[in-house]
């Protein structure tokens, strides 16, 4: 059973945006840890946003001040903005959720993952 879906994948010229959107309906806990994750080819997956049970945002160094990883609880949502898109951020990005998490930017933190969606800059 798929329990995290992502969408808002696609192709975007560089210097455009995106924005990404996970939906989490079996995750009733308003204050789960959340991020989001990308793995381009020939590469390990890495953080990219991050929320963790305390609600702290955190991004990794190549996307601040780019990205914005946002939620919306009531929804079982959460997001990803991404502005000033880069080619080096091409990768399948994916969306991650784990009911408590201490290193919200660890992958080995997550137990819970969508299944990815591609995002290409060119």
């Known amino acids: 059973d798929v329990q995290l879906v992502e969408s808002g994948g696609g192709s975007v010229q560089a210097g455009g945006s995106l924005s990404l959107s996970c939906a989490a309906p079996r995750f009733t806990y308003t204050r789960y840890c959340m991020g989001w994750f990308r793995q381009a080819p020939g590469k390990e997956r890495e953080a990219v946003a991050a929320i963790g049970n305390e609600r702290t945002t955190r991004y990794a160094d190549a996307v601040k001040g780019r990205f914005t990883i946002s939620t919306e609880n009531a929804k079982k949502m959460f997001y990803l903005q991404m502005n000033n898109l880069k080619p080096e951020d091409t990768a399948m990005y994916y969306c991650?959720?784990?009911?408590?998490?201490?290193?919200?930017?660890?992958?080995?933190?997550?137990?819970?993952w969508g299944q990815g969606t591609q995002v290409t800059v060119s």
């Open positions: 991650a959720a784990e009911w408590r998490c201490y290193e919200p930017l660890r992958v080995e933190d997550y137990d819970n």
